[in-house]
Antibody, heavy 122, light 112 residues
Framework: QVQLQESGPGLVKPSGTLSLTCAVS?????????WSWVRQPPGRGLEWIGE???????NYDPSLESRVTISIDKSKNQFSLRLSSVTAADTAVYYC???????????????WGQGTLVTVSS | QSVLTQPPSVSGAPGQTVTISCTGS?????????VHWYQHLPGTAPKLLIY???NRPSGVPDRFSGSKSGNSASLAITGLQAEDEADYYC????????????FGTGTRVTVL
């Protein structure tokens, strides 16, 4: 059973950089899966941020692309999120998730972490 | 704002059936892209509920079912139970956006 666990600071100052790590257990991060970050601002719905493959290939939400970097550390079986120049609008619960693409279908997220709240405030 | 629109809330008494709609357009659901559904209890990890329009992952009760037609998809919960009280999200792909994942606006199901 694949498990994902987010970790990182729960409080980030405005204009600073948000940094989170997702540790993967029960499976290899070098498998044929993409690995995603999703967030949920307070009182709002789910928002996809971006994803990475073990080769280092990435895809990002265009609206965040200038501020987002997702990286992978195969030796530690984990991947990370960096979001720069944060504002209060980046306050959210951040989730990491594993992607799977069923045959003849579009990608879905089949395993998720529990999420971690990041608050942007001085 | 998401390109997939869901009703903010639906409610029903235990045992009843509720249906959640997910309305898109010709660049997503109407373009024949599949729809997946997730159940999300606040404070927990979202859970995949239905994949590829009408398929249930192992362990998901058959009280949950999905369908798709035209520009819309639906999730039905029959025999509503108290434990079904949660937020539900549809997810698809949109060819006009450079987004791998597009989520619906979300629907809160309340069991009366």
């Amino acid at each position: 059973q694949v498990q994902l666990q987010e970790s990182g600071p729960g409080l980030v100052k405005p204009s600073g950089t948000l940094s989170l790590t997702c540790a993967v257990s029960g499976g290899s991060i070098s498998s044929s899966n993409w690995w995603s970050w999703v967030r949920q601002p307070p009182g709002r719905g789910l928002e996809w941020i971006g994803e990475i493959y073990h080769t280092g290939n990435t895809n990002y939400d265009p609206s965040l692309e200038s501020r987002v970097t997702i990286s992978i550390d195969k030796s530690k079986n984990q991947f990370s999120l960096r979001l720069s120049s944060v504002t209060a609008a980046d306050t959210a619960v951040y989730y990491c998730a594993r992607a799977h693409t069923p045959l003849n279908s579009i990608s879905l997220l089949d395993y998720w972490g529990q999420g971690t709240l990041v608050t942007v405030s001085s | 704002q998401s390109v997939l629109t869901q009703p903010p809330s639906v409610s029903g008494a235990p045992g009843q059936t509720v249906t959640i709609s997910c309305t898109g357009s010709s660049s997503n659901i109407g373009a024949d892209y599949d729809v997946h559904w997730y159940q999300h209890l606040p404070g927990t990890a979202p859970k995949l509920l239905i994949y590829a329009n009408n398929n249930r992952p192992s362990g998901v009760p058959d009280r949950f079912s999905g369908s798709k037609s035209g520009n819309s998809a639906s999730l039905a919960i029959t025999g509503l139970q108290a434990e079904d009280e949660a937020d539900y999200y549809c997810q698809s792909y949109d060819s006009s956006l450079s987004l791998v994942y597009v989520f619906g606006t979300g629907t809160r199901v309340t069991v009366l």
